[in-house]
């Protein structure tokens, strides 16, 4: 990877309405990490770019943007990229997972200044997204302090290592001199889920280097879309997660004398959250006495699942030139910490006891459940060069990699988990809405990795490069991978380029996946349940005959065109094709029933299913990305126009059911699940937009199409099936000095919602499910930003 300049076309930018601002500031753009080549001479521009690689100048958003976080900026601007945020989904409310081309969270390696990005903690157990995956948190980042993000639609491993199946999102930070603020407010016009946002950077100067500092406070009130006439629903909290983020980031480059160069970027984010589990019924409903006491909630009560999450972040590099050789050597550390209490609950086997013993029936109302953490540890060297008479120009690259992961889980509270009556009294054990982690699901694992790459991109003709990449990489839990890739482009004239890629990738099982373990409460067409979820090597995978987890393997196939006929106008299309063999999955839900060999195991262990993480299918993704931009003069102003599509289609090919589970693939991916995964999110999304500025004056209107999805239904044969979607954003900006900027206006104006559905049918229980652009309808937003 080399710095390269940005050049000022619409496409390069590829915002919607970052691309007007991105041109006119080009001269003050820093210079950026182009992800997904190793090149060490500036690339043209992203049309010129051997694989897909779209640009986000990200200073227009942070400014005056109708969304406050990352993820949700991403989400309305990056057609292959989805962001859904979930509602009663447990951790996946606290937490908003990202994915790229309808794959998995954890199939998108994220990377900061071209480094490893840490995953969360949590693995994603419920919700409509990313459904036994991890993810990187996007959110943890603070808009203000990034410059832009740039995102690699093609399959990487081979560069990168593992993850990067579905492709490569670039974080690059910010280190230019200045200083700038930002005060936002917005909320729902249903009058709830206020938003309040100050953020602040200043770029300062340290030594003829620079050192950028952002200080980031979020506060984002709960949303509740709840019916409270509708009696099938009950008193449910539906919405959106309230949220409270501190947070601060620095970056800097500071010469050391000749060609050597030390950098440093630093991070530190925590966030409070609080989010609605599944009511539980007062006097006269099955609730009582089972999970819930008359005496505490006479009328019911609704459990609150609260969150303390410290994500922390730090690269330390050296750059050098040796011998003609670019190196540059680097220590990644990054951790992400998640501990649960919940609150207004209570343990119904303790209030039983008291009730037996002559109390009153009473528990306590809140309890610490426990939590997780994972960190990781990466240590690089990049060693690149620039060769002008080889084979017409030549850059080769190689490098090394070692990064040590650890991963741990930590007990809750007795009375979070514990039973306490022993008597059979009817009073579940554990802390309603979300049971804390037992000390037998205590856990404390690590693992580490080797690998070797090597990268060589040749011009070999004028209009002809090609790029070939190699890596191998060992684990030290499951053994080796090799990968590679073959890319390449043909200029065909001055205004098109011809683009493709072949290679093969892989993923590693995550240590979550391996080590998660835990008891909760799952509600079937409004019915709970206990589910044990056994982690790989227990005695329930050992008596289901499931194998160690191994890595998933893919091919990837991409075909493109470009064309730029002028420097006001450009378009691309990239067809691709992603096979995945052996993915790793959450199982379908195993019961005496349907498999007696678990039947005494789950007796004994008081639970009536189980499910794990297998090795057991196949999948084959194809899908269209499109982008066109143009701009031109419109009066006594400038219009700027941008269309960007995707459309992804994933199909399971296959099941490789375990020996001992053959003949119960149904149940190892059940219709269910398999929706889950091929249409997690929509099979298409397509953002048009407009802006149109004048002197200090600057109107935005964006239309966002959201496709299609089907989900299945708790019922044998029930199918959800969403309709297409689309909304429209509309934003003012006003320019009221050279320093201070003012920007309202409204997200979802015509406030449209999902098709609505049987409660009793969707994933989170309410007749709006957390899908396509999510159920909370139209917001509103103003924001002052100031440079000074």
């Not at 980042?141 to 410059?147: F, G, M, R």
């Not at 950098?263 to 530190?268: F, H, I, K, L, M």
């Not at 303790?350 to 109302?365: E, H, R």
């Amino acid at each position: 990877m080399h710095a390269t300049r940005l050049l000022p076309t619409a496409l390069a930018a590829l915002t919607l309405f970052a691309t007007a601002s991105a041109i006119a500031q080009d001269s003050s753009l820093e210079r950026v990490t182009v992800v997904g080549s190793r090149k060490s001479l500036p690339a043209a521009s992203s049309t010129d770019t051997v694989v897909p690689v779209d640009i986000y100048s990200m200073g227009k958003i942070a400014e005056g943007g109708g969304q406050f976080d990352l993820a949700q900026s991403l989400q309305y601007i990056s057609p292959s990229f989805n962001s859904t945020r979930q509602t009663g989904a447990d951790g996946a409310d606290l937490i908003d997972s990202a994915a790229l081309r309808g794959l998995g969270s954890d199939q998108t390696l994220v990377l900061v200044n071209g480094k490893r990005r840490h995953t969360v903690a949590l693995v994603n157990l419920f919700g409509a997204r990313n459904r036994g995956a991890t993810g990187t948190d996007m959110n943890s980042l603070p808009l203000l302090a990034i410059d832009n993000v740039q995102v690699l639609r093609d399959g990487a491993a081979a560069q990168y290592g593992s993850d990067a199946i579905a492709g490569v999102i670039n974080v690059q930070l910010k280190k230019k001199q200045g200083c700038e603020a930002v005060a936002g407010y917005g909320q729902y016009s249903a009058g709830d889920g206020k938003n309040y946002l100050a953020s602040a950077y200043c770029g300062v100067k340290i030594a003829d280097g620079s050192l950028g500092i952002t200080g980031e406070w979020q506060d984002r009130g709960r949303s509740n879309r709840n019916d409270p006439n509708d009696e099938n629903v009950g008193p449910r909290t539906i919405g959106d997660t309230a949220v409270k983020n501190k947070t601060v980031y620095l970056n800097g480059e500071f010469p050391a004398g000749g060609d050597n160069k030390l950098y440093v970027t630093a991070g530190a984010q925590n966030r409070d959250a609080s989010s609605g589990a599944w009511a539980r019924g007062g006097v006269g409903s099955d609730d009582i006495p089972s999970r819930n006491s008359a005496a505490m909630y006479p009328d019911g009560f609704v459990p609150f699942i609260n969150g303390k999450i410290e994500d922390r972040y730090l690269i330390v590099g050296w750059k050098s030139n040796l011998a003609g050789w670019d190196t540059d050597l680097s220590q990644t550390y990054g951790s992400n910490k998640m501990r649960y209490n919940i609150s207004n609950t209570l343990n119904a086997s303790i209030a039983n006891k008291d009730l037996l013993a002559g109390g009153k029936g009473v528990s306590a109302t809140s309890f610490d459940a426990g939590g997780f953490g994972f960190s990781q540890a990466t240590t690089n060297l990049d060693v690149s060069r620039f060769f002008p008479e080889l084979l017409g120009g030549s850059n080769i690259a190689f490098g090394a990699e070692y990064r040590k992961e650890k991963y741990n889980i930590v007990a809750g509270e007795l009375g979070s988990y514990n039973d306490a009556d022993g008597v059979g009294f009817g009073g579940n054990a554990g802390s309603q809405g979300f049971p804390g982690f037992q000390p037998g699901d205590a856990t404390n694992k690590s693992r580490s990795s080797e690998a070797l790459y090597a990268d060589w991109e040749a011009t070999l003709t004028p209009s002809l490069t090609v790029d070939a990449a190699v890596r191998a990489e060992h684990y030290s839990d499951f053994g080796s991978s090799t990968t590679a890739k073959l890319a390449g482009s043909f200029k065909v004239s001055k205004e098109v380029l011809l683009r493709g890629a072949a290679s093969t990738g892989f993923r590693a099982p995550s240590l979550q996946q391996l080590y998660f373990s835990s008891t909760f409460t799952d509600f079937i067409s409004g019915k709970p349940l206990d589910v044990v979820l056994a982690p790989n090597g227990s005695k329930i995978t050992a008596a289901a005959g499931v194998p160690a987890l191994k890595q998933e393997k893919s091919k990837n196939f991409t075909l493109g065109l470009t064309v730029k006929p002028s420097t006001d106008t450009a378009f691309t299309v990239d067809l691709y094709q992603i096979n995945i063999k052996d993915r790793i999955v959450l199982s379908g839900r195993f019961d005496e029933d349907n498999y007696p060999a678990l039947g005494a195991i789950l007796q004994g262990l008081g639970v009536g299913q189980a499910q794990f993480f297998v090795n057991s299918v196949n999948t084959r993704t194809r899908g269209l990305d499109l982008t066109a931009s143009t701009r031109a003069k419109l009066g006594a102003g400038q219009l700027n126009t941008f269309l960007a599509l995707n459309v992804s289609n994933t199909k399971v090919t296959g099941i490789n059911a375990p020996a001992a589970l053959k003949g119960f693939e149904d149940v190892l991916l059940s219709e269910r699940e398999r929706l889950f995964m091929e249409q997690g999110g929509p099979r298409s999304k397509a953002t048009l937009g407009f802006e149109y500025s004048q002197g200090a004056w600057t109107g935005e209107a964006k239309v966002i199409h959201f496709g299609s999805q089907t989900q299945g239904g708790f019922s044998d044969g029930v199918y959800l099936h969403y309709k297409p979607k689309t909304s429209m954003d509309l934003g003012m900006s006003w320019q009221a000095t050279p320093a201070l900027k003012f920007s309202v206006g409204g997200n979802n104006v015509f406030n449209v919602k999902p098709t609505r559905q049987d409660p009793f049918e969707t994933d989170n229980g309410f007749y709006y499910d957390s899908v396509q652009f999510g159920l909370n309808g139209a917001s509103y937003y103003a924001r002052a930003h100031y440079r000074f």
